[in-house]
């Protein structure tokens, strides 16, 4: 069964103090506001509302958490880089993403989603540069591709490939499509790997 069909809320935290015991393997998604997470989220999990999707970007504020068949939880991290946000409310944000990526010790891989038309903005770069110390993995997901050519899709592939191949294979990027749901079986290889479900699974190049 796929790894991310049938996963169950269980909880929505504000504040680090607030996070669930670090017991089972977690792995984190995170995107700019708008960059299609929330889609993204739901076309895994085959499920139109699992994560609330917003014509308002910005809009989840919080750290939720979904429990998977496996054990592993899925964690939803508030969306960043939204401007109309309050800066109070941008700094609670930025100091629950950054303490989370840097300091949970049972977060074994993440997800950035990045919008394939505009990728690897100032703040991506920002939550690579917080996750990357890690030397966990990261998994970056081009989303909203139907959107662009074939040509086009393939040239900003080859484009955050290119920048970020410095971090070796720490790193691996895919074209996904949550309208087309094209590109689910090859993140869902990635996490059985992460995950060791699946050893043979291969993951993609950086």
Known sequence: ?????????????ANNRDLPPAAAAEIA????????????INTLAGHTRLA???KTPGRTQLINFFRLNCGAALVDLPGYGYAKVPEAV??????LLERYLRTRENLIGLVLIMDSRHPLTPLDRQMIDWF???????HILLTKSDKLSRNQASASLALVRRELSALGEQVSV???????????????KVVAGWLGLDQDAPVGEA
Request: hydrophobic share 40%.
């Open 132 to 138: 990357a110390p890690t030397g966990r993995p990261i």
């Open 52 to 54: 609330f999707v917003s």
């Open 90 to 95: 941008r700094k609670q944000w930025q100091g």
């Open 29 to 40: 998604f995170a995107g700019r506001s708008n960059a299609g997470k929330s889609s993204a």
């Open 174 to 188: 895919q074209l996904f499509s949550s309208l087309k749901k094209t590109g689910a079986d090859e993140v869902e």
């Open 1 to 13: 069964m796929p790894i991310f069909r049938n996963a169950q809320f269980e909880i929505s935290i």
